[in-house]
């Protein structure tokens, strides 16, 4: 988006609220004077391989950002349409933000067998902003994400997968961490026909991910589902 491009008179679509305001809308005060915004990303990694069986791959980095955007809130007015009543705020542009981030991603892949492959991952991430609104950035991404892949094919034309994930929580938003699983078992009938029974969030009968805070819209959450797949090739 062209920030310097944006009217004056700019307004975004509205968005349902609950209770007594009919919907929300946000205008956007264009910015003549926005310039790009700038980092500089420094890089350290490692890898490392044991044969053919083993994989190990980690990743450091530190970034430094300017001229970040920013999108500062002025006074809300609740403004009226017809019977309608909706909430008006309005944004101001700029480049008002600036910080770092660091952390490192590490991936580890081990061939178990000729029919078993496990992959792990790692994340951590952490902001240091400074500026409007810097909580909410910060408060918006979680520090901790782990994750566990099997992959295997036990017998001809089965294959059975695994999907476990943690995900720390978004303590801006009021999101919890969670952990989760995902399942697939299927079956090969043909070159062109498998058909597969997938079980997704396994462990809990519904969670969060993410919660916006900047846009006026009801928070919804991940239900588990158990579903089946038949594909067709050709």
Same mark, same amino acid.
């Given at each position: 988006?062209d920030?310097?491009?944006i009217?004056?008179?700019?307004?975004?679509s509205? @968005?349902l609220?609950?209770?007594?305001i009919?919907?929300?809308?946000? %205008?956007?005060?264009?910015?003549?004077? !926005? +310039?790009? +915004?700038?980092?500089?990303?420094?890089?350290?990694? /490692?890898? /490392?391989? $044991?044969? %053919?069986? !083993?994989?190990?791959?980690?990743?450091?980095?530190y &970034?430094?950002?300017?001229?970040?955007?920013?999108?500062?809130p002025? $006074?809300? %007015?609740?403004?009226?349409?017809?019977? $309608? #009543?909706? *909430?008006?705020?309005?944004?101001?542009?700029?480049?008002?933000?600036?910080?770092e981030?660091?952390?490192?991603?590490?991936?580890?892949?081990?061939?178990?067998?000729?029919?078993?492959?496990?992959? $792990?991952?790692?994340?951590? *991430?952490?902001?240091?902003l400074?500026?409007?609104?810097?909580?909410?950035?910060e408060?918006s991404?979680?520090h901790?994400?782990? =994750?566990?892949?099997?992959?295997?094919?036990?017998?001809?034309?089965?294959?059975?997968?695994?999907?476990? =994930?943690?995900?720390?929580? *978004?303590? !801006?938003?009021? @999101?919890?961490a /969670?952990?989760?699983?995902?399942? =697939? *078992?299927? /079956?090969?009938?043909?070159?062109?026909?498998?058909?597969?029974?997938?079980?997704?969030?396994?462990?809990? &009968? =519904?969670?969060?991910?993410f919660?916006?805070?900047?846009?006026f %819209?009801?928070? #919804? +959450?991940?239900?588990? &589902?158990?579903?089946?797949v038949?594909?067709?090739?050709?």
């Amino acid at each position: 988006v062209d920030m310097q491009a944006i009217k004056p008179d700019f307004t975004l679509s509205p @968005v349902l609220l609950p209770e007594d305001i009919d919907a929300g809308f946000f %205008s956007i005060s264009g910015n003549r004077g !926005f +310039e790009a +915004e700038r980092v500089n990303a420094f890089e350290l990694g /490692y890898r /490392y391989r $044991a044969g %053919s069986s !083993f994989f190990a791959d980690l990743a450091t980095f530190y &970034n430094v950002y300017s001229n970040l955007r920013s999108a500062v809130p002025d $006074a809300a %007015s609740v403004e009226t349409s017809g019977s $309608a #009543t909706y *909430l008006l705020v309005p944004l101001l542009l700029g480049n008002e933000t600036d910080g770092e981030t660091y952390g490192l991603e590490l991936a580890v892949k081990q061939q178990v067998s000729d029919w078993w492959l496990l992959q $792990a991952g790692y994340t951590y *991430l952490q902001m240091d902003l400074h500026g409007p609104l810097a909580d909410l950035e910060e408060g918006s991404v979680p520090h901790h994400q782990l =994750r566990l892949d099997s992959g295997m094919d036990p017998a001809p034309r089965w294959s059975l997968d695994g999907h476990a =994930r943690y995900v720390d929580e *978004l303590s !801006f938003q009021d @999101v919890d961490a /969670y952990v989760d699983l995902d399942i =697939r *078992l299927g /079956y090969q009938v043909s070159e062109q026909l498998d058909v597969s029974l997938v079980g997704n969030n396994l462990l809990d &009968n =519904r969670h969060a991910e993410f919660k916006s805070v900047e846009v006026f %819209s009801l928070p #919804t +959450e991940i239900e588990r &589902n158990v579903h089946g797949v038949c594909r067709w090739r050709w």
